[in-house]
T-cell receptor, first 115, second 114 residues
């Protein structure tokens, strides 16, 4: 079975621009979550999508948004980029909702650099 | 509030030494799940183990073993006879069925030298 895939793997943007990251979950997985990893803050939960609906959201500003399609693929969008948005963005998929304690499997991540 | 603490920021050992990575968690829920992930330099988080709060049985998988103790809210990870390929950052994480998010510790960077 193919693992979680994320595109692009690397991205360089300038302040004020917006960016869209893509995630394809493991086949059959319906939950997709997004995480931000920075040296200062560590790994932080952004949001979870299940059946095309956002189920839970972390403590991030509204500039961070996402969506999920009927095939469970997900996209994450960050608008009006700030320097502090430079991070590794990780996508994870699981069979069921996080509240059911399902194991999440992670993709390779997208490294975003904001200049 | 939920919290995961990995007090060891960095550990350095010589190959073939045993090493234990500590993880202490906080949650008010009686139903919760604990995880360990490995993050090699490539960046991808690799799943190692999942444990639910009702199963305190220790687990061994090859050179890896986990000690889950609810009495001390700890879920420690031991690597026996460490190898250079074990060098990575290891994360302990927690989900409870109320919070709905995976809470990570700060990670422990393990360096195994030949």
């Amino acid at each position: 079975k193919a693992g979680v895939t994320q595109t692009p793997r690397y991205l360089i943007k300038t302040r004020g621009q917006q960016v869209t990251l893509s995630c394809s979950p493991i086949s059959g997985h319906r939950s997709v979550s997004w995480y931000q990893q920075t040296p200062g803050q560590g790994l932080q939960f952004l949001f979870e999508y299940f059946s095309e609906t956002q189920r839970n959201k972390g403590n991030f500003p509204g500039r961070f948004s996402g969506r999920q399609f009927s095939n469970s693929r997900s996209e994450m969008n960050v608008s009006t980029l700030e320097l502090g948005d430079s991070a590794l963005y990780l996508c994870a998929s699981s069979l069921a909702l996080l509240t059911q304690g399902e194991t999440q499997y992670f993709g390779p991540g997208t490294r975003l650099l904001v200049l | 509030a939920q919290k995961v603490t990995q007090a060891q920021t960095e550990i350095s050992v010589v190959e073939k030494e045993d090493v234990t990575l500590d993880c202490v968690y906080e949650t008010r829920d009686t139903t919760y799940y604990l995880f360990w992930y490995k993050q090699p330099p490539s960046g991808e988080l690799v799943f190692l183990i999942r444990r639910n709060s009702f199963d305190e049985q220790n687990e061994i998988s090859g050179r890896y073993s986990w000690n889950f103790q609810k009495s001390t809210s700890s879920f420690n990870f031991t690597i026996t006879a460490s190898q250079v390929v074990d060098s990575a950052v290891y994360f302990c994480a927690l989900i409870n069925n109320q919070g709905g998010k995976l809470i990570f510790g700060q990670g422990t960077e393990l360096s195994v030298k030949p």
